[in-house]
């Protein structure tokens, strides 16, 4: 590895070279990975990847001038001083504000390349073409917010902030949802109805977590294992796993605390105010993130949870 203040004006070009390719290529990852769901902001990254290959061209075309057809292999990685880049263009799907702050660093760190090379150049073509590559990377980001204005038009960023809706309702809200209305509605049975049958806090309390938990860990994998959400856009199968399993055990948890009230009674009071509150929950989240109408959230939730908490209390009573 070498440094910076080593490389000769070919091997400089050289690797603005590469930079420009590499720049030309993220970027071209960047607008394939966003233009299904944010069409607007991937003509931003296609245009900006233009930009990047007129300045790959106009780099070859000085190399040939100085150098030659043969232009030798130096990488970012051979250099010291760069930093190592997260590979987000990899990840499926892409983020939008990740994206637009890796564009950021992208940019700022090719300038600082661009100015540093300039100021080292001798030969005097090259110190000018490098000069004003740094001057249009020092414009680039305002190249950017002017692409922005000009691509994303009010219907435009309206659709795109529906796009990022409906991947967070699919990627969050759904997985979620499922667990907490699993764990607030399933665990209902077994929780009362070992209350019932022992009259005993701590009993039903002990049932309550092994019951919450179970069903966390069994929710998680089977959503996890649901899919890999490459072709559903669902997100990456682990996280939504992790998602539902936290929020079936949070469900059941939830009415299963009140029994470490020793009282009996006030325990099972409690722990049906926070049935309530639970199934209220769900209901409005039904209603606002899955446009269900609220008595027919109300209506749905109300009746699963009803039937449920009967069973249990049925059961636990014979």
Excluded at 49 to 63: A, G, N, T, V
Aim: proline content about 3%.
């Amino acid at each position: 590895m070498k440094n910076f203040k080593e490389l000769s004006e070919r091997e400089t070009l050289a690797l603005a070279i590469s930079l420009e390719e590499e720049d030309e290529r993220v970027y071209a990852d960047f607008f394939e990975g966003l233009r299904q769901d944010f069409g607007g902001s991937a003509a931003v990254f296609d245009s900006m990847r233009k930009e990047e290959s007129e300045h790959r061209r106009r780099l070859i075309e000085l190399y040939r001038q100085k150098f030659g057809e043969h232009i030798p292999l130096v990488r970012r990685q051979d250099v010291k001083g760069f930093v190592q880049r997260t590979p987000v263009w990899l990840v499926r799907p892409l983020g939008l504000d990740t994206v637009r702050k890796q564009a950021s660093a992208i940019e700022v760190e090719t300038r600082r390349f661009y100015e540093q090379a300039a100021a080292r150049a001798q030969d005097a073509s090259i110190r000018q073409l490098l000069d004003d590559l740094a001057q249009e990377e020092r414009a680039h980001e305002n190249r950017a917010l002017e692409l922005t204005e000009e691509n994303l038009r009010p219907d435009v960023k309206e659709d795109e902030d529906k796009a990022r809706r409906r991947l967070f309702v699919l990627q969050i809200v759904q997985p979620g949802l499922a667990g907490l209305m699993d764990g607030s509605v399933s665990t209902l049975a077994p929780v009362f109805a070992a209350a019932m049958a022992t009259t005993s806090s701590w009993d039903a309390f002990l049932v309550g977590m092994a019951a919450s938990l179970g069903a966390g860990i069994s929710m998680g994998f089977a959503e996890a294992l649901s899919d890999d959400g490459s072709l559903t856009g669902r997100g990456h199968p682990w996280a939504r796993g992790l998602i539902c399993g936290l929020m079936t055990a949070l469900g059941g948890i939830g009415h299963t605390l009140p029994f470490l009230v020793p009282e009996f009674r006030l325990a099972l009071g409690i722990a049906m105010a926070v049935v309530l509150v639970e199934l209220g929950i769900i209901t409005w989240v039904r209603h606002r993130f899955m446009d269900t109408p609220v008595f027919s959230a109300a209506l749905q939730v109300g009746l699963g949870g009803a039937l449920v908490f009967i069973t249990g209390i049925l059961i636990g009573k014979s």
